[in-house]
């Protein structure tokens, strides 16, 4: 035998041979994953506590969805308002820009309505009022929005709570047993954990959200405050300015008019002025003298 043909014969043989061993041997089985529970074995697995977690979610959800609708900017401060105000102020109709407030509920209406309330009193009185209904109307906002904050503190706590309880009954029944194995403690840990996880899974959006509606209240109050004093931006510059002009039409009306006359106007002055005269002879007449 040639050697090339021994070179055959002897490929020949590993191959068919290497093929026959591969097919003996059985395949290796694939790797068995962690099984993943379902969504009504997480439900299930909560307990009673999970309920009470899962019941927050739901108000979490419909708190959020209602302050996306009603914190908004054309909610606290409707368009069209500001300028509808400001003319009325400037044509001196206080009423009707009362009832244009009473026409549009809202953050900016109530601040110009509590100013307009202090129009006969002056500007300081008005941005006084201002500023006090402004400070009323966001603590009430914050105060709204709180319930997030509140829900997002709850929600973990709940969730350790269930844990707890949920991995003392574990080690009761491990207790229990003569011989337990570990295989039987895993469940009722992995079961316990399933409340500290549906408590963070609400905390962490409910807090999220919280911060979100804050830093939205803080801008549109601000922009609301500054919208009421550049309504009434034309009203103090007119009230600021009055009473000078009445200072100085009542000294030039008052250097023209007679003795009778102020005495009638200002008898305290009149007065003053006659003692002054009476003080002023006494002292010439020993003099002359």
């Given at each position: 035998m040639s050697w090339r043909r021994l070179g055959i014969v002897l490929a020949l043989a590993l191959l068919f041979g290497g093929q026959s061993l591969y097919a003996a041997d059985p395949a290796p089985a694939a790797p068995i994953g962690p099984k993943?529970?379902?969504?009504?074995?997480?439900?299930?697995a909560?307990?009673?506590?999970?309920?009470?977690?899962?019941?927050?979610?739901?108000?979490?959800?419909?708190?959020?969805?209602?302050?996306?609708?009603?914190l908004r900017h054309n909610a606290l401060i409707p368009p069209?308002?500001?300028?509808?105000?400001h003319h009325h102020l400037g044509l001196r109709h206080f009423e009707e820009a009362r009832q244009?407030?009473?026409?549009?509920?809202?953050?900016?209406?109530?601040?110009?309505?509590?100013?307009l309330r202090e129009t006969d009193l002056g500007y300081q009185?008005?941005?006084?009022?201002?500023?006090?209904?402004?400070?009323?109307?966001?603590?009430?906002?914050?105060?709204?929005?709180?319930?997030?904050?509140v829900i997002g503190t709850i929600a973990p706590m709940l969730g350790l709570l269930g844990t707890v309880w949920g991995m003392i009954l574990a080690f009761m029944e491990f207790e229990q047993k003569a011989n337990p194995q570990v295989s039987e403690l895993?469940?009722?840990?992995?079961?316990?954990?399933?409340?500290?996880?549906?408590?963070?899974?609400?905390?962490?959006?409910?807090?999220?959200?919280?911060?979100?509606?804050?830093?939205r209240i803080d801008q549109l109050i601000a922009d609301g405050s500054l919208t009421a004093e550049a309504v009434f931006a034309d009203y103090?510059?007119?009230?600021?300015?009055?009473?000078?002009?009445?200072?100085?039409?009542?000294?030039?009306?008052?250097?023209?008019?007679?003795?009778?006359?102020?005495?009638?106007?200002?008898p305290g002055t009149a007065a003053a002025a006659s003692q002054a005269k009476v003080i002023a002879k006494s002292e010439r007449k020993p003099e002359s003298a």
């Open positions: 993943m529970m379902s969504l009504g074995e997480l439900f299930e909560g307990g009673t506590i999970g309920y009470i977690i899962t019941g927050l979610s739901f108000v979490m959800v419909s708190l959020i969805v209602e302050h996306l609708i009603s069209g308002l500001a300028d509808s105000i244009q407030c009473q026409f549009h509920p809202s953050f900016l209406a109530y601040v110009l309505a509590a100013g009185s008005v941005e006084k009022a201002l500023e006090d209904a402004a400070v009323e109307q966001s603590a009430r906002l914050y105060r709204k929005i709180e319930y997030l904050s895993a469940p009722g840990i992995y079961k316990a954990l399933v409340t500290t996880l549906q408590g963070l899974c609400v905390a962490i959006p409910a807090l999220a959200a919280f911060a979100h509606f804050r830093n103090k510059r007119i009230a600021l300015s009055e009473p000078r002009t009445e200072r100085a039409k009542a000294s030039s009306s008052l250097r023209g008019k007679p003795a009778t006359e102020m005495q009638l106007e200002n």
